[in-house]
T-cell receptor
Framework: DVKVTQSSRYLVKRTGEKVFLECVQDMDHENMFWYRQDPGLGLRLIYFSYDVKMKEKGDIPEGYSVSREKKERFSLILESASTNQTSMYLC?????????????FGNGTRLTVT | AQKITQTQPGMFVQEKEAVTLDCTYDTSDQSYGLFWYKQPSSGEMIFLIYQGSYDEQNATEGRYSLNFQKARKSANLVISASQLGDSAMYFCAMRGGNTDKLIFGTGTRLQVFP
């Protein structure tokens, strides 16, 4: 089974802090994604990476950056956390070999910025 | 631009009855894929079913079927013989033919009552 692991289930940070959310997958997937989930808004794509060191902006990249130095690891960085970044963050991965294979998700990180 | 619309914020259904969750989409791509995910209260995202735009038959997976009407750009999820464990958020999602990015709708919260 594909396993996507997010390093923290719950995280509480202060405004202005630099925050790292880590995600690791064990299925050698090329694609990795970071989504943000808010009530009534569904899942919105923040960033997408299709290979090591390659990234594309999603629909809401402002205030975020990403890093993919190794194929299995995709990090989301909040350069200076703000209260409006309080949310559930979901990491996912998928294979490029089959473009219609489903995304496999981690269990999410609930981030609270105070 | 691609868009997924789920117009039902919440639905109720009695145990053992069938329920249809609506999803409409907008894309200019000829080739695309449609997905449904379930998110129980535990937060994990569970892939349910997939339909390709060129698939002539509606997809089925156990009690789940996808009512795909291409001309109307709709991809409704039908759950037959509802169970209490079906209570969850359900998300419709789409991937266009020239991208690996998945965009999601805002979700429908289904509650199954005895």
């Amino acid at each position: 089974d594909v396993k996507v692991t997010q390093s923290s289930r719950y995280l509480v940070k202060r405004t202005g802090e630099k925050v790292f959310l880590e995600c690791v997958q064990d299925m050698d997937h090329e694609n990795m994604f970071w989504y943000r989930q808010d009530p009534g808004l569904g899942l919105r794509l923040i960033y997408f990476s299709y290979d090591v060191k390659m990234k594309e902006k999603g629909d809401i990249p402002e205030g975020y950056s990403v890093s993919r130095e190794k194929k299995e690891r995709f990090s989301l960085i909040l350069e200076s956390a703000s209260t409006n970044q309080t949310s559930m963050y979901l990491c996912a991965s998928s294979s490029r070999a089959d473009p219609y294979s489903p995304l496999h998700f981690g269990n999410g990180t609930r981030l609270t910025v105070t | 631009a691609q868009k997924i619309t789920q117009t039902q914020p919440g639905m109720f259904v009695q145990e053992k009855e069938a329920v249809t969750l609506d999803c409409t989409y907008d894309t200019s791509d000829q080739s695309y894929g449609l997905f449904w995910y379930k998110q129980p209260s535990s937060g994990e995202m569970i892939f349910l079913i997939y339909q390709g735009s060129y698939d002539e038959q509606n997809a089925t997976e156990g009690r789940y079927s996808l009512n795909f009407q291409k001309a109307r750009k709709s991809a409704n999820l039908v759950i037959s013989a509802s169970q209490l464990g079906d209570s969850a958020m359900y998300f419709c999602a789409m991937r266009g033919g020239n991208t690996d990015k998945l965009i999601f709708g805002t979700g429908t919260r289904l509650q199954v009552f005895p």
